[in-house]
């Protein structure tokens, strides 16, 4: 069965950087887009930007654009996420997603608690 | 970058009654290479990543209840849970894959009156 599981909750300092990973298992890896979405304390979704695992080709939100590097490792099947000169607002769960070429998100990790303090 | 609003922001129903969730794109969402609607639904209960319910505007993903439908196009869309279980207490948000970057809704919360 598709799975994506995260590595565990991190705390940082600000303007720290923070690295989540994202295994993938059950699927054929470089088949499929990887997203990566965030989710502030009792807010909604922001999407962050994606990979073409494929390719290597990523789409960045603007918001994150210089501070966020998506990578992958198809020899693990392993995705990550790099965020860079975090500050409070970047406390957050952090969820990868697949994707399916130009289909929806079907399947989503368990979640990434980062939380930026002092 | 297209802008989704959902309304209402929140809404108590009760339960075996009907619960609607309207969603509107800022630009119309249309492939016109199949004529599809890129527009996801999904739903998020406490402590749990959002679950995708509906791609494609109205297409039902495998498992999921047939309470739950969508319909609508280009700019207007609408999620319907026809009887509303007590499990169906959530978050829901709409999501265009047309462009990027992909946005959400902001949520609909759904409780039971």
């Known amino acids: 069965q598709v799975q994506l599981v995260q590595s565990g909750a991190e705390v940082k300092k600000p303007g720290a950087s923070v690295k989540i990973s994202c295994k993938a298992s059950g699927y054929t890896f470089t088949n499929y887009l990887i997203i990566w979405v965030r989710q502030a304390p009792g807010q909604g979704l922001e999407w962050m930007g994606l990979?073409?695992?494929?390719?290597?080709?990523?789409n960045y939100a603007q918001k994150v654009q210089g501070r966020v590097t998506m990578t992958t490792d198809t020899s693990t099947s392993t995705a990550y996420m790099e965020l860079g000169s975090l500050t409070s607002d970047d406390t957050a769960v952090y969820y990868c997603?697949?994707?399916?070429?130009?289909?929806?998100?079907?399947?989503w990790g368990q979640g990434t608690l980062v939380t930026v303090s002092s | 970058d297209i802008v989704m609003t959902q309304s209402p922001d929140s809404l108590a129903v009760s339960l075996g009654e009907r619960a609607t969730i309207n969603c509107k794109s800022s630009?119309?969402?249309?492939?016109?290479?199949?004529?599809?609607?890129?527009l996801a639904w999904y739903q998020q209960k406490p402590g749990q990543p959002p679950k995708l319910l509906i791609s494609?505007?109205?297409t039902r993903e495998s498992g999921v209840p047939d309470r739950f439908s969508g319909s609508g196009s280009g700019t207007d869309f609408t999620l319907a849970i026809s009887s509303l279980q007590a499990e169906d207490v959530a978050v829901y948000y709409c999501q265009q894959y047309y462009s990027n970057p992909r946005t959400f809704g902001q949520g609909t919360k759904v409780e039971i009156k």
């Open positions: 997603v697949r994707e399916p070429p130009a289909s929806a998100n079907d399947y």
């Open positions: 494609w505007a109205s």
């Open positions: 630009l119309s969402v249309l492939y016109s290479s199949n004529n599809k609607n890129p």
């Open positions: 990979i073409n695992v494929n390719d290597g080709n990523t």
